[in-house]
Each structure stands twice: as structure tokens, then as C-alpha cells.
């Protein structure tokens, strides 16, 4: 059982996770008008400013209608950590809880809402120099090269961490150099914590067809309705920026490694504006990598402890939101 880390914590956290295009977004704003809260969005791209479209951020309708935290708040190159986002939220949840009983966590980034939870139990930043090097080396030689070195220092750590995956990578590395081999693999089971408040932990699913249809509708989507411009803007934005310091984490790195650039589709549609990639072909990257994506973010919901898992295939939005709000009800009686 997860245990509570605070016991005279009143109400309820409600932690909604899911793979993305499941329908987490309509979800979350049916419930939190029923409990009229705010959503305390949990995702690693939809916090920047200037991309909602390809970062799927919440409409305009559907933050009219429950207002958003963490949503279209940093500069494109701007990178947070899980544990910055993390000490932001568990604020603004506390926030929530004191006001109204409720708070309402919404997101697939699974290490953000763990984070969001309780604090990590992983290695906070030691040599912001060194982590900047490293970030350097790996846009000019790429995250392959560091993963090498990773795993010839720490094997174990090496092969939890896929080689193309740049920022973990770097980070790895990092604890790596700064803290010694082991500093990194020993990590504690990241769904295993006293979480601060009663939290219902609430995994949305869907069949894998129409999981998959819904993705690569979406993709298509994106690309039609102004993805493209939106990566057009903000390439031709960093070239004529001026250096300055990230305000979340008070870096800047190489333009492409960086902040938004990461979000699937980014490269992608940049390949299309230099000339390397057709259309067509970017639409069919894009679905594969997010169809991927969401099997990574399938895995991590299995490690959610004591989650309701909740299959939405062929039901309302309104409908699951209920259903969610009646067990956020009966937990707080329980508890």
C-alpha cells in the first residue's frame, strides 16, 4: 500500500494519467468543473508558450472552462527538470487542498506526476558547468557517444536509459561523473513513495485500435491545422534571439536540444522546412514516434501503486469524469 506522507492532510489529490491521445484533456475538464478546481496540467511539452497545437494543449473552450496551471508557461528553449515542476505543483496542490478539499492533477508525463506527488528520491543538479559540457558534446556528437561513456562507468545505469535519449543521458552522465557509479541505478522504485496527501491515482485506457486511430487522426490534425508554422516561427525566432539565460533553469544550450525542440514532431517538421522530408512522410514519423510514446507512458502506468485503472473505449468523457469523482468521494470517506 502507498502510505501518506502528511496524515493531517484533508481531501483528496486526484492523479489522472494515461497514454496520450486516450482523452485525458476532455476527462479532466469534465471533472474538474464538477468539483469546480483548477487542472494542474502534467505534461512536459505543453508548458510552452506559442505551441498549442503541437503540443495539444487544452482549446480555448476547454480552458474557459477549467482554468489550467503549467500550461503555455515557458520560452521555447526554457528546460524544467521533474524536480522543479514537482516542488511547483506539490504548492499549488496544497493550494487547492486548503481551498477546496480537491486537487486535480492531469498529465502523461509520468516522472512529472510522480514528482507532482511527492518529492523524488533521485539526485538533485550538482555542477551546472558540467551539465552544460555535457549538453555541448551531446548536440555535436550525439547522445550515443555520452551513453558509451555512461556505460563504461556505470553498466547498470546505461541500461536503463535508451542511447538517443539526450537529456536523460546527460543527466545520468552527470550524477554519474559528479556522485560515482551507482549514484544513478540505486534510484528508489519511483512509484513506491509515501505520496503527501490521499491521492486517487486513476490510469485511463483504450483498446489498442482505436487508441492508435486516434493518434494518427490527431497527427494529421496538427499538421493541418498550423503545427508547421508553429515550428517555423519559433526556428526563425532562435536565430535572431539574442543568448540570455532560460528563466526556469537559468541555462541556455545548443537551439535544438533543447526546451520545445524535443516535443515529437519538432524535428520532424523541421526536416520538412529544410527540404529533407515530404509531408506526408513527416505525418507518418510523427504517428510512429507518438504511437511509441504512448507504449512508454503504457509502461509507466503499470508502476502506478494502487491505481483504478479505468477503460474509456467507447464511453463519454462526462461519463468516466463521474465515475472518477464518485471514487475521489468514496476514498476521502474511506480515508
Known amino acids: ?42 505534461d512536459s511539452m505543453q508548458i510552452y508558450r506559442g505551441f498549442p497545437i503541437l503540443t495539444n494543449q487544452p482549446s480555448a473552450a476547454e480552458r474557459a472552462a477549467a482554468p489550467h496551471l503549467f500550461v503555455g508557461v515557458a520560452n521555447s528553449a526554457e528546460e524544467w527538470s521533474a524536480a522543479q515542476y514537482g516542488d511547483k505543483a506539490r ?11 480537491r486537487a486535480l492533477v492531469a498529465g502523461g508525463t509520468g516522472l512529472w506526476m510522480r514528482a507532482a506527488l511527492a518529492p523524488l528520491a533521485i539526485p538533485r543538479a550538482h555542477d551546472p558547468a558540467l551539465r552544460e559540457r555535457l549538453r555541448r558534446r551531446a548536440a555535436e556528437e ?3 557517444v555520452l551513453h558509451a561513456e555512461l556505460a563504461a562507468l556505470d553498466p547498470q545505469a546505461a541500461t536503463r536509459i535508451h542511447p ?34 490521499p491521492t486517487l491515482l486513476v490510469g485511463l485506457t483504450m483498446e489498442r485500435a482505436e487508441l492508435k486511430g486516434r493518434i494518427d487522426r490527431r497527427t494529421c490534425r496538427m499538421l ?3 503545427a508547421v508554422e508553429e515550428v517555423r516561427r519559433d526556428r526563425e525566432d532562435r536565430v535572431s534571439r539574442p543568448r540570455t539565460a532560460a528563466a526556469g533553469s537559468g541555462r541556455t544550450g545548443p537551439a535544438g536540444v533543447r526546451g520545445v525542440a524535443r516535443a515529437i514532431g519538432y524535428q520532424e517538421i523541421a526536416g520538412y522546412l529544410e527540404g ?25 502506468m503499470r508502476r502506478l501503486k494502487d491505481a483504478v485503472i479505468i477503460h474509456a473505449s467507447g464511453r463519454d468523457p462526462d461519463d468516466v469524469a463521474a465515475q472518477i469523482v464518485q471514487l475521489a468521494a468514496d476514498k476521502e470517506q474511506a480515508d
Not at 499549488?92 to 477546496?100: F, K, M, T, V, W
Not at 529533407?276 to 512508454?296: G, I, K, N, Q, W
Open 91 to 101: 504548492a499549488a496542490i496544497s493550494e487547492d487542498l486548503a481551498g477546496h478539499r
Open 164 to 197: 538517443a535519449n539526450g537529456p536523460r543521458v546527460v543527466r545520468a552522465l552527470e550524477v554519474t561523473l559528479s556522485l560515482g557509479p551507482g549514484a544513478w541505478a540505486d534510484r528508489a522504485d519511483l512509484w513506491d513513495p509515501e505520496y503527501d496527501h
Open 1 to 42: 500500500m502507498v502510505g501518506v506522507r502528511e496524515q493531517g492532510s484533508t481531501g483528496v489529490v486526484i492523479a489522472l494519467f494515461g497514454p496520450t491521445g486516450v482523452g485525458k484533456t476532455a476527462v479532466a475538464v469534465s471533472v474538474a468543473t464538477r468539483l469546480e478546481v483548477r487542472v494542474l496540467s502534467c
Open 224 to 226: 493541418a491545422q498550423g
Open 276 to 300: 529533407r522530408l515530404p509531408l506526408d512522410e513527416v505525418a507518418s514519423c510523427m504517428a510512429t514516434a507518438t504511437r511509441h510514446y504512448a507504449r512508454r507512458q503504457l509502461t509507466w
Open 142 to 144: 550525439g547522445p550515443a
